[in-house]
């Protein structure tokens, strides 16, 4: 993204900087609020309230937690290819704020639940129409969040430039500060609000929490830097399927120099260095060959969405490298979403009381039948989940054996007409690694590290 009209030119203060903190940070730290106050306890709200089974309860919550893990990807591409990351968290904090609002009034009226248990035993399960109110209330806040949670940390690392790195810092440590202690709130005082005091105090205080912050984010708008939205990564990695799908009746390029390389082109996304041409899912290659056709298209500018450089193609490699890996997380998630569904459960039959006024919400800390852990035989649910991570830890290290490097052009020379790169270094093909780059002073000369 390039920054626009972050520097006055009448001898202002620059937009930006440590000043926008504080109106950031309440968007992010009530987003928390919400959605953990809300997500720890949901199974309590789920099977106390709205009197669902069991299991029909925990699938409900794996079910909204997966969703707001997905739209993240969405609301991404959104602010890096169109709206930008103020409008973008703008845009999706309201709707977020509906869909608890939504719940809210859901906790508060009475026609929009059942009717309290008949002598703590007869129970009326939600009807269709109180269950559509629900699912459309999550719906909208796992929207909302998937447009607040990819831009805001982003975001607030536009309000400095490269100069800044000082207050860069500064900003993540608090941000990772405030996040934590906005969890540490929604899973101790909100939780408790909500299990002690009422469901309508309990999604009320966040709901209220979260319309103040709007209100103070976009109240800042003014000392912020904004952004022109670049294009996303996303768009890149299938203009290079398209590329190669469009030319996959064309033979196998097998001298990888032959491949079309635009230095300008990728100077934007490869600041780290240029990515090198591997033989490996060589289809993908074909994106990248030159072809008549693609010359009387355009002859300065190719079109990528029929020609891609040897960058663009291997970064779509490295991704599909790190599928497997990537993939060994998904049993990890698994068990760790069990924390907020049978584990809640059964912490509420424990002895959880401190003092004798005081007791720890159990929050805090399928085949099962609806209201008795023990007759379900939870413990057989706890030996499968332990199973699934031992043999996830045996294809962890299976994957792990095939962690290659990757070359990667990162050296320098530096002149008077400025920096051309002139040599290779091998790096691992996932990650992040930092080279020395040298820096010579005349043209006549180089160096490799």
Request: hydrophobic share 45%; charged share 15%; aromatic share 12%.
């Amino acid at each position: 993204m390039e920054a626009i009209q972050h520097k006055t030119h009448d001898g202002k203060k620059p937009k930006g900087g440590l000043i926008t903190m504080p109106f950031i940070f309440a968007n992010e730290v009530c987003e928390k609020l919400a959605v953990v106050g809300f997500q720890t306890n949901m199974i309590s709200y789920l099977t106390q309230q709205l009197h669902m089974p069991m299991a029909k309860a925990a699938n409900t919550l794996t079910n909204f937690g997966g969703t707001a893990s997905l739209t993240p990807l969405l609301g991404a591409f959104i602010a890096d290819s169109f709206a930008g990351r103020f409008w973008t968290i703008t845009v999706a904090s309201i709707i977020y704020q509906i869909g608890m609002v939504s719940l809210t009034f859901s906790a508060i009226l009475p026609k929009l639940r059942p009717p309290p248990c008949q002598n703590g035993h007869v129970c009326q399960e939600a009807n269709s129409g109180q269950l559509s109110i629900l699912y459309i209330s999550l719906l909208l806040t796992a929207i909302g969040s998937g447009g607040i949670r990819p831009c805001v940390v982003a975001f607030g690392a536009d309000q400095f430039d490269e100069k800044q790195k000082a207050s860069t810092w500064k900003f993540f440590n608090w941000y990772y500060f405030c996040m934590g202690a906005s969890m540490l709130v929604a899973v101790t005082i909100i939780v408790y609000i909500q299990d002690y005091i009422g469901w309508g105090w309990g999604l009320g205080v966040p709901s209220i929490a979260m319309a103040i912050s709007i209100v103070a984010f976009v109240f800042g708008y003014p000392l912020y830097r904004n952004m022109d939205p670049s294009g996303s990564p996303f768009t890149r990695l299938v203009q290079v399927v398209v590329a190669a799908c469009k030319k996959r009746k064309l033979q196998v390029v097998l001298d990888g120099k032959m491949l079309y390389e635009n230095e300008e082109l990728d100077a934007s996304i490869s600041v780290a260095g240029r990515l090198l041409h591997t033989k490996q899912m060589k289809f993908l290659d074909k994106a990248a060959i030159v072809t008549q056709q693609d010359f009387a298209i355009s002859q300065s500018k190719p079109n990528l969405w029929r020609l891609n450089t040897v960058h663009r193609v291997e970064e779509l490699k490295s991704l599909l490298r790190m599928g497997p890996i990537w993939a060994s997380g998904i049993l990890l998630f698994t068990a760790y979403v069990q924390q907020n569904t049978f584990s809640l459960q059964q912490a509420k039959t424990m002895n959880r009381r401190l003092t004798n006024s005081f007791q720890i919400p159990a929050d805090g800390s399928n085949w099962l039948p609806d209201d008795n852990l023990n007759k379900g035989k939870l413990e057989y649910f706890y030996w499968m989940i332990t199973l699934l991570q031992v043999l996830n830890l045996v294809y962890y290290l299976f994957c792990a054996k095939f962690y290659t490097y990757k070359p990667i052009e990162v050296v320098h020379v530096a002149d008077h007409q400025g920096r051309r790169p002139v040599a290779a270094a091998g790096l691992p093909s996932a990650g992040v690694a930092k080279l020395k780059q040298v820096e010579l002073p005349s043209a006549g000369s180089a160096a490799q590290v």
